[in-house]
């Protein structure tokens, strides 16, 4: 079984994995259960992407060597929807609406 810390950071719960692994919950007021087994520690790459000034276009390097998920969020957590191309295994081009700034999550 995977031993796992959780702990609240402004207002998001943060639950790490014994890893370093984070997996961020950004829901103010919201009760999460999470139920189940965590087993079979996941090797898994990921990598998070911060954007400081605002850009409607995005281009990521994140070195993961495949085409992962992306999400993204703004400079106040809310997630943005864009388009995702991926350049190779190895680079994201993100295109936004309209600038902003904020954080890619690569998984």
């Given at each position: 079984m995977?031993?796992v810390v959780?702990?609240?950071?402004q207002n998001?719960?943060?639950?790490?994995?014994?890893d370093?692994t984070?997996?961020?919950?950004?829901?103010?007021g919201?009760?999460?259960v999470?139920?189940g087994?965590?087993?079979?520690?996941?090797?898994?790459?990921?990598?998070?992407?911060?954007?400081?000034?605002?850009?409607a276009?995005?281009?990521?390097?994140?070195?993961?060597?495949k085409?992962p998920?992306?999400?993204?969020v703004d400079?106040?957590?809310n997630v943005?929807?864009?388009?995702?191309l991926?350049d190779s295994?190895?680079q994201?081009t993100?295109?936004f609406?309209g600038a902003f700034?904020g954080?890619?999550?690569?998984n």
């Amino acid at each position: 079984m995977t031993s796992v810390v959780v702990r609240d950071v402004q207002n998001k719960l943060v639950v790490n994995d014994i890893d370093g692994t984070a997996v961020v919950a950004k829901e103010k007021g919201t009760t999460i259960v999470v139920t189940g087994v965590i087993g079979g520690v996941s090797q898994d790459a990921h990598f998070v992407y911060t954007q400081s000034s605002p850009s409607a276009q995005w281009v990521v390097t994140h070195n993961l060597a495949k085409y992962p998920s992306v999400t993204v969020v703004d400079s106040a957590d809310n997630v943005v929807y864009g388009e995702v191309l991926y350049d190779s295994l190895n680079q994201v081009t993100l295109t936004f609406a309209g600038a902003f700034s904020g954080e890619a999550f690569f998984n």
